[in-house]
């Protein structure tokens, strides 16, 4: 009896304790002050250190996930590295100061943000050739490409526009008013909607992508009476696109949105200006990169809770995730 009750007793408390396995996914952090980390998912753990160029920002996944492109920002590139090896593959030449970027649907074309030339450049990933620039309006950052590769959302930071581009031409088709600091560009519905988020007025304009019209703008500041300037910055969706994560800057936090409403569901503290997010592969945890406070944030979403903080020092600015 004495030995069952043990055993129960030890179960009990194996259920309750944290989970510190390894996750089944892998999180790339990137590094203002240097370099791309690689923390462990679920159990925040550092396995290592990508040396890229200097002032690394964006990031983003070949359609097969096998290879992970990076902005140097400073060395005025796209990196290419081989997730499984840990390994440079290539360097392509970007324009000057790339920060955000988007890969085409099938591989093959990066659209780059080049802040010093106001422009989105057309790399093309095969030849390592930038085959076309568009000019857009100062300072240009967020950038998103459709789920068909048809159309190229870029936003201005200063003009506080988002720039439309067809990108089998080029052709501007149009400038389009979104609040001040627009960050990112996701694209939603079925690449019929496009949402442009804004730093400093913390709202999200929504577009019908096809006839660049404003159909609403949601307003974060309405959900959050706290001290702190509300702010929406990066902006991630799970697979279903029934949920939206927002990272909200200097406010601290990151937000959970009902897409169809607009409302905020629940929301999770982070560390000082949070600028990039990130979800596992399995879309059970949201990885949040703090620059301010030099942390990666790691939250439970079906526990509901914060679950790490990883301390890394220097400015995180991205996380994203791949399986292991």
Partial sequence: MKRLILAA???????????????????????????????????????????????????????????????????????????????????????TDPERFAIGPDGRIAYVANEDDSAVSFLDLDSGRITREVAVGPEPEGVGVSPEGKLVV??????????????????????????????FVLFLNGGREVWVSS???????????????????????????????????????????????????????????DPVSGRVLRWWPTGLRTWGIGLSPDETRLYAASGLAGTLTIIDLRANKVIATVKLGGKPWGAIAAPR
Wanted: proline fraction near 5%; charge should be positive.
């Fill in 199 to 257: 730093e400093q007025r913390g709202t999200i304009s929504v577009f019908d992508a096809a006839t660049r019209k404003l159909v609403r703008t949601i307003d974060l500041t309405q959900s959050f009476d706290i001290d702190e300037p509300v702010q929406a910055v990066e902006m991630r969706a799970v697979k279903d696109q029934s949920r939206v994560y927002v990272a909200m800057g200097r406010a601290n936090r990151v937000a959970e949105l």
């Fill in 154 to 183: 870029a936003t201005s930071e200063v003009a506080n526009l988002a720039h439309f581009i067809d990108t089998a031409t080029g052709k501007l088709l149009g400038n389009m008013p979104v609040g001040s600091r627009p960050r």
């Fill in 9 to 95: 007793l030890v179960m009990v408390l194996a259920s309750c304790a944290p989970d510190r396995r390894p996750s089944n996914d892998l999180v790339f952090v990137s590094n203002e002050t240097g370099g791309v980390t690689l923390v462990d998912g679920a159990t925040g753990r550092v396995e290592g250190q990508l040396a890229t160029g200097p002032r690394p920002r964006g990031m983003e996944f070949s359609p097969d996930r096998e290879t992970l492109y990076v902005a140097a920002s400073n060395a005025n590139r796209i990196e290419a590295w081989d997730i499984r090896s840990r390994k440079l593959v290539r360097t392509y030449g970007s324009g």
